[in-house]
């Protein structure tokens, strides 16, 4: 009986996937909506001593969007206030709802990744996750790459789309 080979782990194309990147790190949302006066308007002691007395430690580790969804007029630092808040406690936090803080988050791993690990190598960006990935981050990944790698290719290992390709000399 002949042996099963694994050609693509064999072929030493180096694989990312950028949902496994952060998977680690849950991701929560604040509302600013349900601590207007009225509906309308953000009333300084008011909010002050809601942030005061606010369970800050649920946010411990996790990827925080702070937004409000009712259509009023929040001062800047409100969310100022927020941050000061998360910071120290959050992985991160950022303006906008999860998948905001989820592009950020993959913003940061991939101006944080080692290229000395992919330089000179065939590297492959895994296309598929359980959320979107925006093009932003695809376009930023493939700015941040391209200058180091041999070639860069979307998809699957056993079926990719090339993108960029070291141009052979002479």
């Known amino acids: 009986m002949d042996e099963i080979v694994n050609r ?40 002050r001593s809601w942030v005061k007395t606010h369970d800050w430690s649920q946010y411990q580790g996790k990827g925080v969007g702070v937004f409000c969804s009712a259509d ?4 800047m630092w409100a969310f100022m206030l927020v941050s000061s808040q ?35 190598q065939r590297v492959v960006v895994k296309g598929c996750s359980t959320f979107e990935v925006s093009p932003l981050v695809f376009m930023h990944l493939t700015q941040r790459f391209q200058p180091h790698v041999k070639s860069l290719m979307f998809g ?12 052979r000399k002479g």
């Open 156 to 167: 699957e290992p056993c079926s990719t789309v090339p993108i960029y390709k070291v141009p």
């Open 72 to 75: 009023a007029i929040i001062p």
């Open 8 to 47: 693509v782990q064999e072929s030493g194309i180096v694989s990312i996937n950028l949902e496994e990147a952060i998977a680690h790190i849950p991701l929560a949302e604040i509302d600013l909506a349900p601590y207007l006066w009225q509906g309308v308007v953000l009333k300084e002691a008011d909010f």
């Open 86 to 120: 998360l910071s120290g406690i959050a992985h991160i936090s950022s303006f906008g709802h999860a998948e905001d803080v989820r592009e950020q988050l993959l913003l940061q791993h991939i101006n944080n990744t080692n290229i000395s690990d992919i330089r000179d």
